[in-house]
T-cell receptor, first 113, second 110 residues
Framework: DAKTTQPNSMESNEEEPVHLPCNHS???????IHWYRQLPSQGPEYVIH???SNVNNRMASLAIAEDRKSSTLILHRATLRDAAVYYC??????????????FGQGTILTVHP | NAGVTQTPKFQVLKTGQSMTLQCAQD?????MYWYRQDPGMGLRLIYY???????DKGEVPNGYNVSRLNKREFSLRLESAAPSQTSVYFC?????????FGQGTRLTVV
């Protein structure tokens, strides 16, 4: 299983962009990179995913390094509601660990008014 | 759209009692998961089922059993509950790349 390294915590001000990094140097060629977040007292929710190319959706952007050993989740304008724990998860799309979704420690994002 | 439904939402057990946590999804997803989350900690994978008819151990399977009853339902059983199993349990299902989570079951073992 690919291992991930994320900062324990980050802080941002409201309305500013936030770049959340993730190192996944042992990722395999068939692993997608997923990002989830967990708001206080709630279950996790999907944010975005990608394989090789950068991705955008209504919530965020995902920038994937060319060698796929790292990625960055970008929140373009942080709001107070974005305060959460953010998880970067490689998910195997083939082979014996197909579909295994394992959460690491994640990054606690604090957003200041 | 119900999504992922977990029952019960709250449960108190005595040490040694058994119970089954139920999870059902109505999205025709192949993969389903059970996690536990202790206070102030991240989610830990207990068991998962990549497809109907298959189950695999996750990070912390000891003390638990699972059944993938059909494509919709994935249950988690505690045969003899212990205080160390006090936690919030989340069920999830996965479509391609997006996982959907239930609201959680808060279990206390006394």
């Amino acid at each position: 299983d690919a291992k991930t390294t994320q900062p324990n915590s980050m802080e941002s001000n409201e309305e500013e962009p936030v770049h959340l990094p993730c190192n996944h140097s042992t990722i395999s060629g068939t692993d997608y990179i997923h990002w989830y977040r967990q708001l206080p007292s709630q279950g996790p929710e999907y944010v975005i995913h990608g394989l090789t190319s950068n991705v955008n959706n209504r919530m965020a952007s995902l920038a994937i390094a060319e060698d796929r050993k790292s990625s960055t989740l970008i929140l373009h304008r942080a709001t107070l509601r974005d305060a959460a724990v953010y998880y970067c998860i490689p998910v195997n799309a083939g082979g014996t660990s197909y579909g295994k979704l394992t959460f690491g420690q994640g990054t606690i994002l604090t957003v200041h008014p | 759209n119900a999504g992922v439904t977990q029952t019960p939402k709250f449960q108190v057990l005595k040490t040694g009692q058994s119970m089954t946590l139920q999870c059902a999804q109505d999205m025709n997803h192949n993969s389903m998961y059970w996690y536990r989350q202790d206070p102030g900690m991240g989610l830990r994978l207990i068991y998962y089922s990549a497809s109907e008819g298959t189950t695999d151990k996750g990070e912390v399977p000891n003390g638990y059993n699972v059944s993938r009853l059909n494509k919709r339902e994935f249950s988690l059983r505690l045969e003899s509950a212990a205080p160390s199993q006090t936690s919030v349990y989340f069920c999830a299902s996965l479509r391609v790349a997006e996982a959907f989570f239930g609201q959680g079951t808060r279990l206390t073992v006394v």
